[in-house]
């Protein structure tokens, strides 16, 4: 009888300690969860993220893009006031005639608010204190990764599940590219749309000021941009795109966009023509670059 008690105690310490712990780690779970919450609808996180690549940490639009876009960021620390109302439209819209593309289809509507709510209250009207030296730090360089550290300042131990940030999406692996599968390889000899002739020489100019950002000179997806961008930028010269992308493909994805990544419409900017010539200069410099090669052989 002695020992059934203490079996019995032995058990039902052990199912308290196994709850407990059960319990702390679904605590846990839901403190990262909450937390992860709390920093995706933080409006300088979202700031950070998004838009810093082309606007810059400080908002004043100094980034390593803005020697890529024609028209380049706006300065919004120069900006006396913008109503919330306009900002909330042109984050979830974009800009027509620029680079800037909507985020509605990326965002939610609380994330929109409190994007704009922080571009108002701690961006807009901000030029004199950025002149005086009293914010600094690189612009647009560390996009899509953590908040930008202070200069000097020791990062302080995590003292609860609250305080870990989620691992950033530049910290993560890039997946495998997939295989390409027989029935996807395209029509190499497929014409541009609507009897459209592209110019690879004048695609070629506009392709170096405004694409290799993000895709690189060499159509590698290995631009200055491109350690910020998730999805990452498509690189031109891998198999893959080599087998499915002909000029078609090509033009429609310039002209429509990407939807899910950094890819913009082309055609709010471009006539059908400049996209055939951007087209056309990708299409000749590295998706059929590797058969000229061989040919040349």
Known sequence: MIQSKQFFRTVVCAGA??????????????????????????????????????????????????????PPPRDLTKVTELPRDYLINVIANGKPGTAMVGFGNRLSSEQIGALADYIQRD??????????????????????????????????????AADVAPAPPIALPLPGEKPVAPGERADMSAPMPSGLKGDAAKGKAFYQANCAECHGQTGAGDGPRAYFIRPVPRNFTSERSRAVLNRPAIYAATFFGRNGTEMPAWSKVLSEQEIANVSEFVFQSFIAADQKAAKAK
């Open 123 to 160: 961006i807009l009207n901000r030029a004199a204190v950025i002149a005086a030296g009293k914010i600094s730090g690189i612009s647009g360089t560390s996009a899509y990764g953590e908040l930008p550290a202070k200069p000097n300042a020791k990062a302080p131990a995590p003292s609860s």
């Open 17 to 70: 300690v196994a709850f407990g712990l059960g319990n702390a780690g679904g605590v846990l779970a839901q403190a990262n969860t909450e937390a992860k919450r709390l920093s995706e609808t933080r409006g300088d996180v979202l700031y950070h993220n998004r838009c810093s690549v082309c606007h810059g940490d400080r908002g004043d639009g100094n980034s390593r893009a803005v020697k890529s876009l024609n």
